[in-house]
Antibody, heavy 119, light 112 residues
């Protein structure tokens, strides 16, 4: 069974960096598909942040482009989100998800991790 | 970027009723392959987000037939026939035609 699990600190101070890990079990992230980070703000607005492909290329939402980095550790079957210079507006629940290519939808999601940006 | 508008933030319905959730795109989601790059998702508390529909009208594996996706161009609808208690959730549309991929604002189905 394919599972994605987010982990990371639940509280980050303004101006610092937010770092999250998505651990994938049941499927190798280099085998196919691309792997995204998505967040949900208080009030339910959702935002796609970016992805890393199975080959390691990345695509980011331009709204975040100067602050975001998505990387991976293939030996651990994990991928990571780093978001720099956070503000209170980055307070959200962060999800990792797998996108099924050709059919073009997110078929597996993590449970989400809530991150609060506050001093 | 493409904007998706879900007009209703909340819809109040009773179990057994039929409900339609609409999603309007700021431009056509039709690609040259003849497919619309619009999918629908369900979020329930304590559960992982579930994909219901892709390419506007194709149910994902295991999704009950009471979930029906329809529409074309810029106007799309997710209909749920004979709503069940487990269907009370938040529903989102998502376009993956053009990056950045964008979500609708979400529609919460609430018990009347």
């Amino acid at each position: 069974e394919i599972q994605l699990q987010e982990s990371g600190p639940g509280l980050v101070k303004p101006s610092q960096s937010l770092s999250l890990t998505c651990s994938v079990t049941g499927y190798t992230i280099t085998s196919g598909y691309d792997w995204s980070w998505i967040r949900k703000f208080p009030g339910n607005k959702m935002e796609w942040m970016g992805y890393i492909s199975n080959s390691g290329s990345t695509n980011y939402n331009p709204s975040l482009k100067i602050r975001i980095s998505i990387t991976r550790d293939t030996s651990k079957n994990q991928f990571f989100l780093q978001l720099n210079s956070v503000t209170t507006e980055d307070t959200a629940t962060y999800y990792c998800a797998r996108r099924k290519l050709r059919r073009d939808y997110f078929d597996y999601w993590g449970q989400g991790v809530m991150v609060t940006v506050s001093s | 970027q493409i904007t998706l508008t879900q007009q209703a933030e909340s819809l109040w319905i009773s179990p057994g009723e039929r409900v339609s959730i609409t999603c309007r795109a700021s431009q056509s989601l039709l690609y040259t392959d003849g497919k619309h790059y619009l999918s629908w998702y369900q979020q329930r508390p304590g559960q992982t987000t579930k994909a219901l529909i892709y390419h506007a009208s194709v149910r994902t594996d295991g999704v009950p037939t009471r979930f029906i996706g329809s529409g074309s161009g810029t106007e799309f609808t997710l209909s749920i026939e004979h709503v069940q208690p487990e269907d009370f959730a938040i529903y989102y549309c998502l376009q993956t035609l053009k990056s950045p991929w964008t979500f609708g604002g979400g529609t919460k189905l609430e018990l009347k």
